[in-house]
């Protein structure tokens, strides 16, 4: 159990550093993700907001709740990081299967689409991996 709870640290530990990268640098999201800001003057907003602050602080959020009880062992802790972490697990799953079904829908298999719908996918099962251990008793 000790192996699921540090391998869920460490996959919201990456996200959140990518959320922080995103806030600071838009740019840099932008060109990371493959799109293009509007033309309009708050092109970048949506980077720092979404791919940046949303990202940063949900991740970063679990995390603290994850780590509080990989050190502390806390009962309470435990289940609230636990739900934290299948609710993201949960959304970066649907973020593959969102990409799979537009490769397969769109005709869009590219190398890139199948890099990133794997490594959606690992960060989901790495991410509830407390809570899949949990869930099926192991």
């Known amino acids: 159990m000790a192996l699921a709870w540090w391998l869920n640290a460490l996959a919201l530990a990456f996200v959140t550093a990518l959320g ?4 600071f640098n838009p740019k840099w999201a932008a060109r990371f993700l493959r799109l293009n800001p509007d033309a309009q003057a708050g092109g970048f907003v ?3 907001a979404a791919y940046g602050g949303i990202f940063a602080a949900a991740h970063g959020a ?13 009962l309470v802790v435990g289940m609230a990081a636990t739900g934290a972490a299948a609710a993201l697990a949960a959304g970066w799953a649907g973020g593959a299967c969102g990409r799979a079904l537009s ?3 769109d005709g869009v298999r590219t190398r890139f689409n199948k890099i990133s719908a794997g490594v959606e996918a690992a960060l ?6 407390p809570w899949l251990v949990w869930y099926f008793g192991g």
């Open 46 to 48: 949506a980077f720092r």
């Open 62 to 74: 679990a995390l603290l709740l994850s780590f509080r009880y990989i050190v502390g062992g806390e």
């Open 124 to 129: 989901a099962l790495a991410i509830a991996a």
């Open 20 to 23: 922080v990268r995103a806030l």
């Open 103 to 105: 490769m397969w829908r």
